[in-house]
């Protein structure tokens, strides 16, 4: 009997080519002689105009094949000369504004591209860039949120007071419940700027095939069918004409769900122009100042409860700096703006947000996605609220949170997916408990005494969140059992490191009831699954799933009506295992998958042994169509997933930290991590995923920001200075235990678990060092420097 | 004017390999570029991610630190040499698969390389040894935690085989 | 993220290393290229030629005898930190040197390399200057020794010519009864340090000598005499010869805090040594 795989450890079979380095990454792509190398030129400054340009240095230099910039676009296609494409508009996205694939007239931060290099090599292609003569006339830049909110400058001259889009949402009076509310507190807020950091940072390769009149484009990318959209488009061809292929990614963490960028296009047209292979591959220094950042926001929050901490209402106002573009829209404040919720369920509530332009790289969605920011102030209120009252953190909490038997839960706002956030399931108080033992909360004051007595300084901290997972629109799923019984699969989504060919694999086999190693996954190829959205909002698993899933049930189906028939028996009677079909009770009466396979395709001719079987002189009634009338041939099962609304997976992490009194050093002695995302597939994946998220969140809190001085210069752009933790600023063991709360929308009951991780970090090591420090922690990141000054700040 | 190309030996995984590069070319670029090995990764180009590393007769290198034509007459070890002739899996490689040590796979390379060296000059490591020996490399996916772990279990697999042999 | 093109040359003996650099202004000597090589890639250098000094032969000899210690130019921070006998010479060599980057750095990174890059945030500069060591040179005219205050005359600047080498550093062996010290604090293990410092105490009691050296905290690596100073003055004294900045990852008063901390922990740590290193 074949065990069932799904929750299952089952070691990921991604990881032979990657041990033996033979993975194939975007770089790795025609690493033979003759592919051309692009690189490309910067804006050194955060806010200019360019007067001119000056590429004559680079006509007769050696190596050189093309440099094209703005002027060079409208020749190709008039669509290359038009800004990028606004990706997801929203109304109330009022002055959205998008740059082009070559700066034209302006550039808006420092990093926007200019001109655009192809040569023999990277290295030639770079001192060709140094080259190129730029005649700027420099503008005031505007860098930080308080400065593109006092607007004495702006970034785009028509965009009054810099703000792109103000929004507000509102549920009940949330003024006046806390006008009226026993209690009342404020709090102003900040987490700085930080980015996602994928080892691998973008690229693309590509290829035009002048025989076939189509083009053919590798991409580090989270969405091959937006790269493929994205490049149509713009290229003028049918989307037919375009295959995007993802190779292996190393690490995307959201950075990589945003194109086109400049490259993504510039990289095909100058293929098409030369007629040769062309590869850009971005480095270290360019993924920092012209890909895309994530989290920077100041927020004002208003709070009125009881005296149990009960929640009456919350207003809570932000301010989020979207850098110098809008290409993704609203999607990070939108998801600030409504999962600030978390498991609570403030009676009144008012949300608005004003999104800003600053003369910065541009900010789309980070692992978690306007999340930490969310948690980070409705956390902190509770930690306040606890506080003011005199109360345990964990109680506070506890009162507001959703009950158990109140699920579906409305909360009356719209969410990221344009759909109402309505929490599909979830147990919070169980989590609660949960948490508190794993770390030991109510032992924790007596921790706490002891180590103080030895003159150290412990805290311990909470945080709770609630994720909108596996948001629409939708993802299929292609099943295909071929004649040797192997089983090809492919979705259209990408794979940046998550185990998708291993957890998809585990329910193909289960669902089929055929060997695990004989599932082969593909993921992100547009020839293979045209139709496709992407990697984001921890969708793989509950979206793909899904599909593949309802697609291996075709499959099933059909293979067992083949067989039934091929057998003479009832395909309720027949079941399929190892791979082999079989009627139940009675093992000897079988046929295996592959054949069943060969059975479905009526043949004319012979190419084997095994397709001897299917011939038309030995198979088939003879006043019967070959092909059943609504059949297809072959034995494959197609499917598509799109849900109703996301499904809302929920955690809590804690943390007891020490802070050095003498160095202001800030050490985690422990972290735990409760975590609920529906059904596990695979617990190792799942763990792994949760590890790799916190350790994100204590580069965020502790660690990470990006550090602009005033004239917009990025002056940490490197991993000297950008500070990802090292194994040595990772607790040693983070704590982990699973609560399963199934969905009920999805036909698996999971919930997305990829973001979780992260999600809490800033919130939970702010209220530790809090506790640690008995002063109050508003701002994150924060380092020993940044307590040192709070603490001589807090005695002045 | 086109710039001068120096004749390289470059002898990486007991194979020579004969290449003419300029000598600003990179190892890791030539590794990459020039000889087609692409396991060795590029993270930062910078010498702080760890992605790149090799041994250079048998001890980790940062190989964006160092240029081609340095390597000449020097035994180069990369990712693709860490396997036994029949393919069978390292230790350290093993044990990542076993102890889910990776995800993404970028940064695996290098840590496999480190790794592999560390066990030969301390093959028993302590709990903090091992994560000493891993404390130069990023890894933006795992968390280290099972990167810690696989140090740990390739100890073991290799403690046992050499008892078995 | 790619050097500029540059010459190469890779001389088998010193003079002639001397030779090329004497014949072009824009040379550079590669060492370990550990710090030389990301300037080459981020293009912040864009040297003429690289005189490639790493196939010289005898350069990487570690000499230890009861005098002290000489490391040679192609001695790798390894397996300097791995000699026993140098530990056992001048212990201060070997505490600071595990605090120099990460292994893998160490592997290809020169001591010697390290001292005449003139960083003021890096280890080994403020172990020569407090164990009052030298390095010798080798240039057109032959060799010299720069005592360690004649070395680091500005940020990133030593007083090496063009056209010199430096072939070896000397660290004086530790004297008997004396103790050392060593303690930096980086953001992240294997970073430049914030701050960092070294403490050389000899002699008891009316005879004690105080001497701290710091890293990170000011433009030049500084050795501050805290002779005599009361143990609660320590980090103050210290601080009125000392000028730490501030930056994107610490503040002055920050650094200023540190300076207190390191000092009293290095020289309460020196003075242990000290007492057990009693002969």
New interface residues.
């Given amino acids: 009997m074949t065990t069932k795989l799904m929750g299952q450890r089952v070691?990921?079979v991604?990881?032979?080519?990657?041990?033996?380095?033979?993975?194939?990454?975007v770089?790795?792509v025609a690493?033979?002689n003759g592919t051309l190398h692009a690189a490309v030129l910067r804006s050194p400054h955060a806010h200019a105009r360019i007067i001119d340009i000056d590429v004559s240095a680079l006509l007769d230099m050696?190596?050189v094949h093309a440099v094209f910039t703005y002027d060079d676009l409208a020749d190709f296609t008039p669509e290359m000369a038009e800004p990028l494409p606004l990706l997801i508009p929203h109304p109330a996205l009022t002055h959205g504004r998008t740059q082009y694939a070559l700066a034209k007239d302006e550039v808006n931060y420092v990093g926007e591209a200019i001109a655009f290099v192809v040569a023999d090599?990277?290295?030639v292609a770079?001192?060709a860039v140094?080259q190129i003569v730029v005649d700027y006339e420099v503008l005031t830049p505007v860098v930080g949120i308080p400065t593109a909110r006092a607007a004495r400058n702006l970034v785009h001259d028509d965009i009054p007071g810099n703000v792109a889009a103000h929004f507000e949402q509102n549920v009940g009076d949330a003024q006046a419940a806390i006008a009226g509310a026993p209690h009342r507190l404020s709090l102003d807020l900040s987490i700085e700027r930080s980015a996602c950091?994928?080892?691998?940072g973008r690229g693309v390769v590509a290829r035009w095939d002048r025989d076939l009149n189509r083009l053919q484009l590798w991409a580090s990318t989270q969405t091959a069918t937006g790269v493929r959209a994205a490049v149509a488009v713009k290229m003028g061809l049918d989307l037919g004409q375009v295959d995007v292929i993802t190779p292996?990614?190393?690490?995307g963490?959201g950075v990589k769900i945003n194109h086109p960028w400049p490259e993504d296009l510039l990289v095909p047209m100058a293929a098409k122009l030369l007629g040769r292979m062309v590869k850009f591959t971005e480095?270290?220094?360019e993924h920092f100042i012209s890909s895309a950042h994530e989290r920077g926001q100041d927020q004002h929050i208003e709070v009125g409860f009881d005296d149990e901490g009960r929640i009456l209402g919350l207003d809570v106002e932000f301010w989020h700096d979207h850098g110098a573009y809008t290409p993704y829209g609203l999607i990070v404040p939108i998801i600030t703006s409504t999962q600030l919720l978390g498991p609570y369920k403030p009676q009144n509530y008012r949300v608005v947000f004003e999104s800003l332009y600053t003369n910065t790289v541009i900010v789309t969605p980070y692992r978690g996605a306007g999340r930490p920011q969310g948690v980070f102030a409705m956390e902190r209120t509770m930690d306040a609220i606890a506080q003011y009252l005199g109360k345990d953190r964990t109680q506070v909490r506890a009162v507001n949170f959703i009950r158990p038997d109140e699920f579906p839960f409305d909360h009356g706002l719209i969410f990221q997916d344009g759909r109402p956030l309505i929490y599909d399931s979830g147990d919070y108080p169980q989590s609660l408990e949960k948490i508190k033992a794993l770390i030991g909360w109510d032992d924790f004051p007596a921790l706490q005494a002891e180590m103080a007595a030895q003159g150290r300084r412990f805290g311990i901290g909470l945080a709770c969140y609630v994720e909108g997972t596996g948001v629409g629109p939708y993802e299929g799923g292609h099943v295909h059992i071929e004649t040797t019984g192997k089983v090809k699969v492919a979705t259209g989504l990408t794979t940046?490191?998550?185990?998708h060919a291993t957890v998809f694999a585990q329910l193909v086999a289960d669902e089929l009831g055929v060997k695990f190693e004989d599932v082969e996954v593909v993921t992100g190829d547009t020839r293979r699954m045209p139709y496709a959205v992407g990697t984001y909002a921890s969708r793989a698993a509950v979206m793909s799933g899904s599909a593949i899933h309802l697609a291996a049930k075709r499959a099933k189906e059909k293979a067992l009506k083949i067989a039934a028939d091929a057998l003479e028996a009832d395909p309720d009677d027949l079941q399929i295992v190892d791979g082999v079909v079989s009627v139940k009770g009675s093992p000897g009466t079988s046929i295996d998958l592959g054949t069943v396979a060969v059975l479905s395709n009526p043949l004319r001719y012979a190419f084997d042994e095994k397709s001897k079987l299917a011939t038309q002189f030995s198979v088939g009634h003879p006043d019967r169509p070959p092909v059943p009338r609504g059949e297809e041939p072959g034995l494959e099962g197609k499917d598509f997933y799109s849900p109703d609304r996301a499904t809302f997976a929920s955690g809590m992490h804690a943390a007891i930290v020490e802070t050095s009194e003498?160095?202001?050093?800030i050490t985690i002695h422990k972290y735990a991590v409760v975590h609920d995302c529906g059904h596990l597939i695979n617990p190792?994946?799942v763990?792994?995923q949760?590890?790799?998220?916190?350790?994100?969140g204590i580069g965020g809190a502790l660690?990470e920001r990006m550090?602009y001085d005033d004239a917009g210069q990025l002056?940490?752009a490197?991993?000297?200075?950008f500070?990802?933790?090292?194994?040595?600023?990772?607790p040693?063991?983070?704590a982990v235990d699973h609560l399963e709360t199934p969905s009920p929308l999805n036909p698996l009951g999971i919930k997305g678990a990829g973001e979780a991780?992260v999600i809490p970090g800033s919130a939970v090591l702010a209220a530790a060092i809090e506790d640690a420090e008995k002063l109050p922690v508003t701002a994150m990141p924060i380092?020993?420097?940044d307590l040192?000054?709070l603490r001589?700040e807090h005695t002045q | 004017m086109s710039e001068e190309l120096h004749p390289v030996r470059l002898t990486v995984n007991g194979v020579t390999h004969r290449v003419e590069v300029p000598a600003r070319r990179l190892l890791s670029d030539a590794l990459r570029h020039d000889v087609g090995l692409t396991g060795t990764h590029v993270g930062c180009e910078h010498g702080v991610c760890g992605a790149c590393t090799v041994l250079v007769d048998g001890d980790p290198v940062r190989s964006c630190l160092m240029l081609a034509v340095s390597a000449a007459d020097h035994e180069i070890t990369t990712v693709e040499g860490l396997a036994a002739p029949d393919g069978t899996l390292s230790p350290v490689q093993q044990a990542f698969a076993e102890c889910h040590g990776l995800q993404c796979g970028f940064c695996t390379p290098g840590f496999l390389t480190t790794i592999t060296a560390g066990l030969r000059e301390n093959p028993c490591p302590s709990h903090e040894q091992a994560r000493e020996m891993i404390a130069g490399n990023l890894c933006r996916c795992t968390g280290y935690q099972n990167i810690v772990k696989a140090v740990e279990r390739a100890a073991q697999i290799g403690a046992s085989d050499k008892a078995a042999s | 993220m790619k050097p500029a093109p540059f010459g190469y040359r890779r001389p088998s003996t010193v003079a002639e290393a001397v030779r090329e650099l004497a014949a072009d202004s824009g040379a550079k000597v590669l060492a370990g290229g550990q710090s030389l090589i990301p300037l080459l890639s981020m293009r912040l250098a864009a040297p003429s030629l690289l005189v490639d000094i790493n196939e010289i032969p005898g350069l990487d000899a570690i000499e230890v005898d009861e005098r002290g210690v000489r490391i040679g130019a192609l001695a790798r921070h390894a397996a300097v930190l791995a000699d026993p006998d140098v530990r056992r010479v001048q212990p201060l060599v070997s505490l600071a040197l595990a605090n120099v980057a990460h292994a893998t750095i160490r592997n290809r990174g020169t001591t010697v390399g390290s001292l005449v890059h003139a960083d003021a945030a890096a280890e080994m500069p403020v172990v020569l200057l407090l164990t009052g060591g030298s390095v010798e040179v080798q240039g057109p005219s032959g060799r010299r020794t720069i005592a360690a205050p004649d070395l680091y005359v500005g940020p990133l600047e030593s007083s090496l010519a063009h056209d010199e080498i430096a072939v070896a550093a000397f660290f004086p062996a530790l004297a008997p009864g004396a103790g050392v010290a060593f303690s930096e604090i980086a953001r992240r293990h294997g970073d430049y340090a914030l701050v960092g410092a070294a403490a050389l105490v000899t002699g008891r009691g009316q005879d004690e000598t105080v001497r701290v050296g710091y890293l990170s905290a000011g433009d030049l690596p500084t050795v501050v005499d805290l002779t005599g100073v009361d143990e609660t003055e320590l980090g103050d004294a210290a601080l009125a010869h000392l000028d730490p900045g501030d930056d994107i990852h610490a503040t002055a008063a920050y650094r200023a805090q540190l300076v207190r901390v390191l000092t009293r922990r290095v020289v309460r740590a020196a003075r242990a040594h000290a007492e057990g290193a009693e002969r």
Avoid: C, K, W
Wanted: cysteine-free.
């Fill in positions: 070691q990921r991604e990881d032979q080519r990657f041990l033996r380095g033979q993975g194939r990454y770089d790795d690493v033979e050696d190596g090599d990277r290295y770079e001192d140094g950091m994928p080892m691998e292996d990614v190393g690490g963490f480095d270290r220094r940046q490191g998550q185990g003498d160095t202001a050093e190792m994946i763990e792994g949760i590890h790799g998220g916190v350790a994100q660690y550090a002056l940490n490197s991993f000297m200075d500070l990802i933790p090292y194994v040595s600023e990772i040693d063991g983070i991780g380092s020993p420097s040192f000054t001589l």
